[in-house]
């Protein structure tokens, strides 16, 4: 409960800084394993994440897109991810930030 509320309140600031955003993603993709498969520019079991934001530049859904892979595993048949919408939206801005 505690780890809740000093997450809505990170999340509460990050929307007028933007900056603290990707802090928080970070934190989440750590804390769940994402770098056991990616890494931000290398292609290790999965793509790097770099290229996975390449590959969605400039597609408006693109984060629906992502968020939905994490969650159900999508059409790429991914490992899903707990989490809440917002937390799986942290780590897909990582991502598609990565560069
Ligand atoms: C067990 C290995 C594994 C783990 C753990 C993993 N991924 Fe992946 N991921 C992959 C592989 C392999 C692909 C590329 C092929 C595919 O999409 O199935 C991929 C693709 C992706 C994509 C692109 C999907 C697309 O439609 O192109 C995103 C975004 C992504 N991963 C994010 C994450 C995040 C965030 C985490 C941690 C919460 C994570 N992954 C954890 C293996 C993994």
Avoid at 27 to 54: M, Q, R, V, Y
Avoid at 68 to 79: A, C, I, M, N
Wanted: aromatic residues 4%.
């Amino acid at each position: 409960m505690k780890h809740a509320l000093v997450l809505t309140a990170s999340f509460g600031l990050l929307v007028s800084t933007g900056s603290a955003l990707a802090g928080a993603g970070e934190d989440l993709i750590a804390s769940n394993k994402c770098s056991k498969c990616h890494t931000a520019t290398t292609t290790k079991k999965g793509p790097s994440f770099a290229s996975i934001a390449e590959k969605f530049k400039g597609k408006p859904d693109a984060v629906a897109t992502l968020v939905d892979v994490l969650k159900t595993g999508g059409k790429v048949d991914h490992d899903t991810i707990k989490g809440s919408d917002a937390d799986l939206k942290a780590m897909v801005e990582v991502v598609l930030s990565s560069k």
